[in-house]
């Protein structure tokens, strides 16, 4: 590359080489961007003999040109269609500028910004091992003059040499905070997973199982059920706009209200609307909560119960085969408020009546043929085992919904709560 220069300047190329060769060395011992970013352009006006360089990267995300370190300290982010870095990018060609403001693409807002003033520049294209573009170098103002054939071709040598040097630190950047991202995901799902119950309360006369299989790491569903003191037993499920973090934390934060607020509120309509007026100041727009409320007595054995926009409710008697489905009994929390709603619903349980609280990741998973599975089709799973437990149906229903499917992966939460009356 530095063959041209070879005959005429043979002891200058043998310097040029060993610094090049100790650019090298230093660029690979470096570990983190900023520092590696450095070198670069202190190699940069070293070997080019300028006053500045700075490091433009390359952002596909915005199609943006940003210097996270230059020499003088002033941060830069612009189009990358814009200025010389912006050709010298779309070209992957070096642009040699002798006179920086005679030159129509020159971006004299740059100088602007920064009071700097510049006379002439150098600039050349990074390209990663592959020979793909990851930004471009810009060396400003040399000192003897404009920039002559000799940096251009020290300057390839440099680019290549810079160019694979910062692919592998964004790599290696990308790949620690990735290994970030899944301790905290592992965490937060530990902390999810933690709050649904261990065990679930007994009731003479009835069988209560629940099952939550998040589609991420963490998941938008949770269920919960709990005995209160005057024997009644609380069961919730709810499913919160999307999965993973987010809707997990939404979650979080209406289960702690519904536990909190239970210890002063016993009305489940006016438990509901306390809910919803914290939801609706705190949810951001187009983000809400579908849930159910209930509480099952095993006494009168009925389920009294509000559902905020989850449905279908299912209830089978086995008795007499009937399916039905319940629809919800007001919007979701995080929308209106107030909430509009009447009074409770309840649901009469009979000797061997199932009822189903399921969020829509079992009914809306689909087959290869764009089929749903759908209420129809979890009927019949309890129709067909009706004398097994809660657990095991929920564990039936799960692996019916797996065969239907076939190969399509889960893209949403699965949660349910099955009651079963012996």
Known sequence: MLAAMADSEPSRLIADLRTLLDISRRLGATTE???LLEQIMSAATSVLGCERAT??????ATHELYSQ???GGEHIRFD???GIAGECLRTGKTINVPDAYADTRFNRDIDRATGYRTRNLLTFPLRNHEGQLVGALQALNRTDGPFSAREEELALTLSSLAGVAVQRQLLINEYTE???LERDLALARDIQQSTLPKVLPSAEGFD???FNEPADATGGDMFDCFALADGRIVLMIADATGHGIGPALMIAQFRAMLRALLAVESDIVGLMDRINDLMCADLPEGRFVTSFVGLLDPASATIDFVSAGHGPLLHHRRATDERIELSASTIPLGILSPLDVGACERVPLSPGD???????GFFEWANPQAQQFGAARVFD???RHANCSAGDLIGHIRAAVGDFVQSVPQNDDLTALVVRRR
Do not use: R
């Open 208 to 210: 209560i199982a629940g």
């Open 33 to 35: 961007l900023d520092p």
């Open 354 to 360: 199932t009822f189903l609280l399921m969020t829509d």
């Open 69 to 71: 370190q230059a020499t």
């Open 80 to 82: 990358a269609d814009k």
């Open 381 to 383: 799973v309890v129709a």
């Open 178 to 180: 990735k290994q970030k």
């Open 55 to 60: 490091v433009f990267l390359y952002d596909p």
